[in-house]
């Protein structure tokens, strides 16, 4: 009887339990059913699959785009298809403007649409990075003219041309006692946010490996123009930005202590939609003929190509007005080295400088304790459309830009470049102890690798500077073993062969200054292991050229 109870018990638990759990997916089916969708709302850089190593992609977010602005001749019914690209007001990115105006968009077999961002103070047009990248992620745009270091962090497309080399037009500016990056520390910064403004200040504190999240104070904010204002105001000691806007940081006693004119970091690129990419191929393709002829239009007519940009209109935004088209666009471009066709054929036959350059982004944006895409870096180039362009011998052209110092690939003519009586100390690198095979001016292997990390990705990217190394050796006693000048011969011996081995990786012997020193008069004919150990280093720092 009572186990007969007691299964009994146990049967009407169980139907109690199927009845709950039956009623609970009921009410969670109908909640989804009459709940609506939420949307998205960007709070940083859009989560997908690529930045959180996660295996399927959150949804991405809902954005619409502003309405593209068309070429004089566009017909809305016509048979021709758009291509649509956003961009910022940059020199270098008004080829598309041109490309409207000459129609040569028309020529090449679509009708060209641009997204400009924050034209004319429309809202409409306030175009955020993540905004940008969501658009260009989704679909809606089918290609966006960023720079790459902004790939290296997103991913949000494909690379599939280089537009240019900034050359100046990037800059940080200071305000006091700070003549040096090395002087950043303890610093009020303050930049856009998401931009390359912020990128190229985290790369000028990775030079003195300076910790963005603990040796400075990072005050961010929604534009450039911001960012200056505040920097005026006194409550920020430290502005990174670009021009024109960057130049109004002179009003409130500020100067520039670096620009990419020195450190060439900073690559604007043309991304396309994957979306693009595999189902719009040709339609790319005709983009990048169009792309290039407009540019060898703009080299070969550079006053033309000026008028056409100014008759788009929108000139306060371009700052190229008619009456002096000519002038204001040189403005824009003496501080941007432009890519032509010759350029981006060599860069696409060998793309290692650009995955280079990308890998280096990369550790310098998760060193700022931002998430980094981890999508495979090689497939984020596709040299194919450049390829194609440069087979057709129409499209190349022996005219030179107005910035001819396109340096990625090239060997620049480095004869001019000497430390004189303007060049300064920008930044002593933070790696000075290396070490050297016994009584050997030979470099260990760990020193290879401490100098392929702290030195070659720095000279190598910084065309406009150049390398002081002194080495210094210790002088052991007792006295009379070693005479002065042999001392300082084989301190000056093993920073040639600092130099020697950073020749190896590819950078160019007339930008080293070679030098050695003592150790002080308390330090020589000693007898002290560790004393003889405080001397032997080389250091470098990179010298402004006076270029």
């Keep these: 009887m009572s186990t007969s109870r007691t299964r009994m018990i146990f049967f009407v638990i169980v139907g109690l339990a199927?009845?709950?759990?039956?009623a609970a997916i009921v009410y969670s089916v109908a909640n989804q059913a009459l709940t609506p969708e939420a949307t998205a709302t960007p709070s940083g850089s859009p989560t997908t699959a690529a930045n959180t190593g996660?295996?399927?992609?959150?949804?991405?977010?809902?954005f619409t785009s502003p309405n593209p602005i068309f070429g004089p001749n566009y017909t809305a019914d016509g048979n021709l298809p758009t291509y649509i690209c956003g961009a910022d007001a940059f020199g270098s990115y008004f080829t598309l403007q041109q490309m409207q105006?000459?129609?040569?968009?028309?020529?090449?077999?679509?009708?060209?649409?641009?997204?400009?961002?924050?034209?004319?103070?429309?809202?409409?047009?306030?175009?955020?990075?993540?905004?940008?990248?969501?658009?260009?992620?989704?679909?809606?745009?089918?290609?966006?003219?960023?720079?790459?270091?902004?790939?290296?962090l997103n991913a949000p497309g494909v690379v599939t041309a280089v537009v240019d080399e900034s050359a100046g037009a990037d800059q940080l500016w200071v305000r006091g006692d700070i003549n040096t990056i090395n002087d950043l520390q303890g610093q009020r910064i303050t930049f856009a946010r998401g931009s390359v403004g912020e990128y190229f200040m985290y790369y000028a504190l990775s030079i003195a490996r300076l910790n963005p999240r603990f040796d400075v104070t990072l005050i961010p904010q929604d534009s450039v123009a911001e960012a200056v204002a505040y920097f005026n105001s006194g409550q920020a000691d430290v502005?990174?930005?670009?021009?024109?806007?960057?130049?109004?940081?002179?009003?409130?006693?500020?100067?520039?202590?670096l620009s990419s004119a020195q450190m060439r970091v900073i690559i604007d690129v043309v991304v396309t939609s994957r979306q693009s990419l595999a189902s719009e191929a040709e339609l790319v393709q005709n983009f990048h003929n169009a792309w290039f002829a407009t540019l060898k239009a703009q080299v070969e007519g550079f006053d033309t190509a000026a008028q056409q940009i100014a008759a788009w209109g929108h000139n306060d935004w371009s700052f190229v007005y008619p009456e002096t088209a000519a002038a204001d666009f040189t403005a824009w471009l003496e501080n941007v080295a432009q890519a032509d066709l010759g350029d981006n054929t060599t860069i696409m036959r060998d793309t290692r400088?650009?995955?280079?350059?990308?890998?280096?982004a990369r550790r310098v944006w998760a060193a700022s304790g931002l998430p980094v895409s981890d999508v495979d870096i090689e497939q984020l180039i596709d040299p194919s459309f450049v390829a194609r362009s440069a087979q057709q011998a129409a499209l190349s052209t022996t005219t030179t830009p107005i910035n001819d110092s396109f340096s990625i690939n090239a060997q620049l003519d480095l004869t001019d470049i000497s430390p004189d009586s303007d060049a300064a100390t920008l930044a002593v690198l933070p790696c000075r102890r290396f070490t050297f095979l016994p009584e050997s001016t030979e470099l260990t292997l760990e020193s290879r690798r401490i100098l392929d990390d702290c030195v070659v990705p720095t000279m190598l990217q910084s065309v406009g500077l150049l390398l002081k190394v002194e080495g210094s050796s210790a002088w052991p006693g007792p006295a009379g073993t070693f005479t002065e000048q042999e001392i300082a011969?084989?301190?000056?011996?093993?920073?040639?062969?600092?130099?020697?081995?950073?020749?190896?990786?590819?950078?160019?012997?007339?930008?080293?200054?070679?030098?050695?020193?003592?150790?002080?008069?308390?330090?020589?004919?000693?007898?002290?292991?560790?004393?003889?150990?405080?001397?032997?280093?080389?250091?470098?720092?990179?010298?402004?050229?006076?270029?």
């Design 18 to 22: 199927a009845v709950i759990i039956c």
């Design 54 to 62: 996660q295996d399927n992609p959150t949804p991405a977010v809902n």
């Design 101 to 152: 105006m000459a129609g040569t968009d028309i020529a090449n077999g679509f009708h060209l649409g641009i997204v400009p961002f924050f034209l004319d103070g429309d809202p409409a047009y306030d175009v955020s990075e993540e905004l940008r990248t969501a658009l260009l992620e989704n679909g809606q745009w089918d290609c966006l003219l960023t720079t790459l270091d902004a790939v290296a």
């Design 239 to 257: 502005v990174s930005g670009w021009e024109p806007d960057i130049y109004d940081a002179e009003t409130s006693g500020g100067s520039p202590l």
């Design 353 to 360: 400088p650009l995955i280079t350059r990308m890998e280096i």
């Design 489 to 547: 011969e084989f301190a000056e011996a093993r920073a040639q062969s600092v130099v020697d081995y950073l020749v190896t990786q590819g950078i160019d012997p007339a930008r080293f200054i070679v030098t050695s020193v003592l150790p002080p008069p308390e330090n020589r004919e000693t007898e002290d292991p560790e004393i003889q150990a405080l001397d032997r280093f080389v250091e470098m720092s990179l010298i402004t050229s006076g270029r």
